[in-house]
């Protein structure tokens, strides 16, 4: 093994928990972040002969790894290895000019900033602390202090959006000239407060996914975004040396099956052929560490045919052919035949594409080529 190319960091620190989250987040605990970040990096160090000697990728998500106490925050990411892309997710109200500054100094090169949308009447429904303000400022406070590569979070499908709300988020984030921006529809988990107070408008609003995702690629198409994933779209940028490549190397390297090393609490990790899911708790976390013990983890075997079969999956969300060597066992032939005729899959001589038109049906498409 050469090592994984793809670090991941999770800071489970909010200031408040939004009704349709399911990650592992804390509220408050404002004593508790830098023995959490000693944790840290003790863990990176017992996981340190799985990481490559260069890196492709460190992202730092949450929570909201900008609500972690400066000095704290500072400590990590000078501590974390060298990368070619380093991520930092912000909410917009915590980016001070100070933290700005901080991340810069840093070697953050990339922020990810969680606008959801510009309508403060959604931004109520989704619980976020932001307003449409408190983005554009945020936005413009890591611009000058050098950030050159911003993605603004949309999310679509909000109780109670209309078409009319979608274009204007659509066109407030473009009047921002982002490198990159994520849309994905709302997904509100089972048993979140946010489905049992938002159920019926979130099943009307349903019927509408299909025209909102058409809407918002479309829009970004023809600012002159790349398509790239499913939800997620780049400028495309040329210099003297040639094209610039804005897509998220980290989130890349997932979609490309590449494996990759996650700590902190609830961390998932995948290494050759096994994956495991750090337990969430913060206390026994932090405690087992200190211990000099590996924290408490739930273990998976990944089979080849299973890895095949997310490689699938994953790798279809992209817009360039994906390479089946290794991979014909996870397809049904037939069933690749089939869809290649009715123009929603193309078949290359040894790999396989979604049409733009298989790419808006998506998941349907591709869960009918797995064998």
Request: charge should be negative; glycine fraction near 10%.
């Amino acid at each position: 093994m050469n090592g994984a190319r793809h670090l991941y960091v999770h800071l489970p620190f909010c200031s408040s928990r939004c009704g349709y989250c399911d990650f592992v987040t804390v509220v408050g605990r404002d004593g508790e972040h830098g023995g959490y970040v000693d944790a840290l990096l003790r863990e990176l160090e017992l996981e340190r002969p799985l990481l490559a000697g260069e890196l492709e990728s460190v992202y730092l998500g949450g929570g909201t790894p900008t609500l972690t106490e400066p000095q704290a925050l500072e400590h990590l990411l000078r501590s974390l290895p060298a990368a070619r892309e380093v991520t930092v997710e912000a909410n917009p109200e915590t980016v001070t000019p100070e933290l700005a500054a901080l991340l810069a100094g840093c070697g953050v090169d990339r922020v990810s900033l969680g606008a959801q949308t510009f309508s403060s009447r959604l931004l109520r429904t989704l619980d976020r602390v932001a307003q449409p303000d408190d983005v554009r400022r945020a936005f413009y406070r890591l611009r000058d202090a050098e950030i050159g590569n911003i993605s603004l979070d949309l999310i679509y499908g909000i109780p109670g959006q209309e078409p009319a709300d979608l274009a204007r988020d659509l066109a407030e984030a473009l009047a921002l000239e982002p490198e990159h921006i994520s849309a994905y529809e709302l997904e509100a988990k089972p048993g979140t407060r946010f489905t049992h107070a938002h159920g019926d408008e979130l099943e009307r609003q349903a019927e509408s996914m299909e025209s909102y995702f058409e809407r918002v690629v479309e829009t970004l198409s023809a600012a002159g975004y790349r398509w790239y994933e499913t939800a997620n779209f780049c400028r495309v940028q040329s210099n003297d040396a040639g094209g610039v490549d804005l897509r998220a190397k980290h989130n890349l390297g997932y979609w490309l099956g590449r494996d990759y090393l996650g700590i902190g609490v609830g961390a998932v990790s995948t290494i050759e052929n096994r994956r495991w899911r750090n337990a969430p708790s913060i206390g026994r976390y932090v405690a087992g560490l200190a211990r000099g013990e590996r924290p408490p983890r739930e273990l998976e075997e990944l089979p080849a045919e299973v890895r095949a079969t997310e490689r699938v999956m994953l790798g279809l969300r992209l817009d360039e052919p994906l390479p089946l060597s290794g991979l014909e066992q996870a397809l049904d032939a037939g069933e690749v035949e089939r869809l290649a005729g009715l123009g929603l899959a193309e078949r290359g001589e040894s790999s396989l594409a979604l049409t733009r038109r298989g790419r808006f049906l998506g998941g349907g498409v591709t869960a009918r080529l797995l064998a």
